[in-house]
């Protein structure tokens, strides 16, 4: 015979009959404790791909208002501009820039700093009109590993620094290391010639040394083992402690791949060499979760990329977000910094993973106390959640994200419960509208899909 808690059993009653034989999963929050840990504000941040300034006058589509509208909804964060190219640009203060970076420039100076500028929609739309074919020689080039070297100028980092700056991202810039002297130590001398600009016009940037060195010897034929590279990082630092404005700039590295077998050999070189000047050690990781990331203790996640060349971008050649934006968008309003205990029983962790924040305190529709549950479903069949007893009282708000229309999930369109979601003009985000459920609510997620669940009065420990 089960006994129930009397106080309990109206609520009982509510939850929905489910078919036969489906079960459903029982939630078990930690609102009581302290937090498993707090992630930065930055946690989810962007990254521009190098190889946008293969050809730098394509660096000049970042004036785009609508680009910028989207990237200004998902700040505050990092905006890191590196990756493969990295090592293959050369800053040269006296080269002319391109006629299109010149005009863009022009208008800056004319007008408020980050202002729209209509003036230049007519050179974008060809910028914008040939970049699929810029697109297919950079992809090219990767796949061939046939890297060669591009010159950038002033404008390029004028016009890469105002996108980051007026988006509301604090920029990273990647200085190559593939710049050798004889004895393979770093030349850094167009890095002191860069660093001089950046100085003069005040902008304030932290810096990274390479991308992946791991793989140099595959995209240039050099080999820079751990140790070498500890010793580049420490000329970084001391050549920045020569600037003002750059002594107590941070520096990230070695940026090494996923760290295992001969890379984890090389960080600990690197990091037994150079370690104590860097202020965050960096590698690349496939993350199919945010949530893992914050559970594990990593600080930031960069998401690669924003827009330019390749197929994991958030924002698509014609400027328009794909799924992967109003996902990291739901992310960045409605999760807060604070990570928080979850665990799960009657169905298979791996197939649905849950992860439990505080909410975002800078939402105004919630208040302290309130908690963000996100989950994703990877069983093939609806999959239920049914929150603890003790908060089976509670209302949730549901944002549930699923493919719009008949390519499922390889839409490249998204519903938010039920609505498709679309810029209403090139500056305009909708609003990200809740779907309230009832106390006693279970939580139904369809199968690969992605749902985000505020529990309205939670009275979390942690989050007060």
């Not at 016009?201 to 991308?211: H, V």
């Not at 990570?339 to 909410?359: E, N």
Request: aromatic content about 10%; glycine content about 8%; charged content about 20%.
């Amino acid at each position: 015979m089960l006994l129930l808690p009397l106080p309990l059993l109206p609520l009982l009653l509510l939850l929905p009959a489910l078919p036969e034989g489906q079960r459903v999963a029982e939630l078990r929050l930690g609102l009581r404790g302290s937090p498993l840990g707090e992630v930065s504000p930055a946690f989810l941040s962007l990254t521009l791909d190098a190889s946008l300034a293969r050809d730098p006058r394509y660096v000049a589509l970042l004036s785009n208002s609508k680009l910028r509208a989207l990237a200004t909804a998902l700040s505050p964060g990092f905006l890191r501009f590196g990756g493969t190219e990295t090592d293959f640009l050369i800053f040269d203060p006296n080269k002319d820039s391109t006629s299109e970076e010149k005009i863009l420039w022009e208008l800056q100076a004319q007008q408020e700093a980050c202002g729209s500028r209509p003036a230049f929609a007519a050179v974008g739309k060809v910028l914008l009109a040939q970049w699929p074919s810029q697109e297919k020689l950079i992809l090219a080039e990767l796949n061939k590993k046939k890297h060669k070297n591009t010159t950038i100028t002033k404008n390029t980092l004028d016009i890469l620094y105002s996108f980051a700056n007026c988006s509301g991202f604090h920029l990273i810039f990647g200085l190559n290391a593939l710049l050798r002297k004889g004895g393979l130590q770093w030349d850094s001398s167009n890095a002191q010639a860069l660093l001089d600009y950046c100085a003069s016009q005040r902008y304030n940037i932290s810096w990274e040394l390479g991308n992946e060195p791991n793989s140099f010897r595959k995209k240039s034929g050099i080999h820079i083992d751990g140790f070498q590279l500890g010793q580049d990082f420490i000329h970084l630092r001391q050549l920045l402690n020569n600037y003002v404005l750059y002594q107590h700039a941070k520096l990230y590295g070695p940026d090494i791949g996923q760290p295992r077998k001969h890379t984890q050999k090389l960080l600990r070189s690197f990091l037994k060499s150079g370690g104590k000047v860097i202020d965050s050690v960096t590698w690349h990781q496939w993350l199919d979760k945010l949530g893992l990331s914050a559970r594990q203790g990593i600080d930031v996640v960069m998401r690669q990329v924003f827009f330019g060349a390749g197929t994991y971008h958030l924002v698509d050649a014609n400027f328009e977000p794909l799924p992967d934006y109003w996902l990291s968008l739901l992310y960045k309003k409605l999760v807060g910094t604070k990570v928080l205990q979850v665990g799960l029983a009657g169905a298979d962790k791996r197939k649905l993973r849950v992860y439990l924040h505080c909410t975002n305190s800078h939402n105004p529709k919630y208040r302290e106390g309130d908690v963000t549950l996100f989950a994703l479903n990877l069983y093939n069949v609806t999959q239920h959640l049914q929150l603890p007893e003790h908060l089976l009282s509670k209302h949730v708000d549901q944002y549930l994200l699923l493919p719009h229309g008949k390519e499922n999930i390889l839409s490249r369109s998204i519903e938010l419960n039920g609505h498709v979601l679309r810029m209403l003009d090139d500056e305009t985000l909708p609003e990200l509208m809740e779907k309230p459920l009832g106390p006693g609510s279970l939580l139904g997620l369809p199968a690969f899909s992605y749902g985000f669940y505020v529990i309205r009065n939670a009275k979390a420990i942690a989050c007060v």
